[in-house]
């Protein structure tokens, strides 16, 4: 088992930048690769972003490339998603996954964080 859980969300405006956390505890965090996922109100998980076990391969969905960055930190257990230039539509509860190998697709992931809500105002 995997322990996963958030931190660092929070209200901002848009244009701000958060940085989200994911502690992980359990099974070797470093045998997993992680993935950040997202779910507004009304609407299905999307995926956000994703990295291998060793950070060095990284994936982005369109609609936030070139603003977030994924990376980790094996040594704490941690995976980080920074967010800049947020915008409204940025707005959903923001979920961390853990999984054996990288995917996009949320059903591939075994372990689920209960998510962090980010709140983006106009």
């Known amino acids: 088992q995997v322990q996963l859980v958030e931190s660092g969300g929070g209200s901002v405006q848009a244009g701000g930048s958060l940085r989200l956390s994911c502690a992980a505890s359990?099974?070797?965090?470093?045998?997993?690769?992680m993935g950040w996922f997202r779910q507004a109100p009304g609407l299905e998980r999307e995926f956000v972003a994703t990295?291998?076990?060793?950070?060095?391969?990284?994936y982005y969905a369109d609609s936030v490339k070139g603003r977030f960055t994924i990376s980790r930190d094996n040594a704490k257990n941690t995976v980080y998603l920074q967010m800049s230039s947020l915008k409204p539509e940025d707005t959903a509860v923001y979920y961390c996954?853990?999984?054996?190998?990288?995917?996009?697709?949320?059903?591939?992931?075994?372990?689920w964080g209960q998510g962090t809500q980010v709140t983006v105002s106009s």
């Open positions: 359990g099974r070797t965090f470093s045998n997993y690769a």
């Open positions: 996954a853990a999984r054996g190998a990288f995917s996009i697709t949320a059903t591939d992931y075994d372990y």
């Open positions: 990295i291998t076990w060793t950070g060095a391969t990284t």
